[in-house]
């Protein structure tokens, strides 16, 4: 089992910037990868961005490429968010996931609770 907690979370202006991090704990194995997701109300889960546990292959989805950065401290067994340049369409619940990869196509066994992130105009 693997569990995961995130925090972070936030209300923020429209170009301003938070940091999200993902705390991993439990039976975790170096060909995990790290996910983060987001869910805005009326709307499905999407993907955001993800990592290998190496940290050395990320992926991005279109939508916060340029803008968001993942990164991996793997002596801490955490995964950060970087959101710069926010916009009120950020505006979700912002999950992260530990599957055995870091594509969008991966399997995400493991899933945090879930953080409120808020971008006002």
């Known amino acids: 089992q693997v569990q995961l907690v995130e925090s972070g979370g936030g209300l923020v202006q429209a170009g301003g910037s938070l940091r999200l991090s993902c705390a991993a704990s439990?039976?975790?194995?170096?060909?995990?990868?790290l996910g983060w997701f987001r869910q805005a109300p009326g709307k499905e889960r999407e993907f955001v961005g993800a990592i290998n546990w190496s940290g050395d292959n990320t992926i991005y989805a279109d939508s916060v490429k340029g803008r968001f950065t993942v990164s991996v401290d793997s002596a801490k067994n955490t995964v950060y968010l970087q959101m710069n340049s926010l916009k009120p369409e950020d505006t979700a619940v912002y999950y992260c996931?530990?599957?055995?990869?870091?594509?969008?196509?991966?399997?995400?066994?493991?899933w945090g609770q879930g953080t409120q992130v808020t971008v006002s105009s």
């Open positions: 996931a530990a599957g055995r990869g870091s594509s969008p196509s991966t399997i995400w066994s493991y």
């Open positions: 439990g039976r975790l194995y170096n060909t995990y990868g």
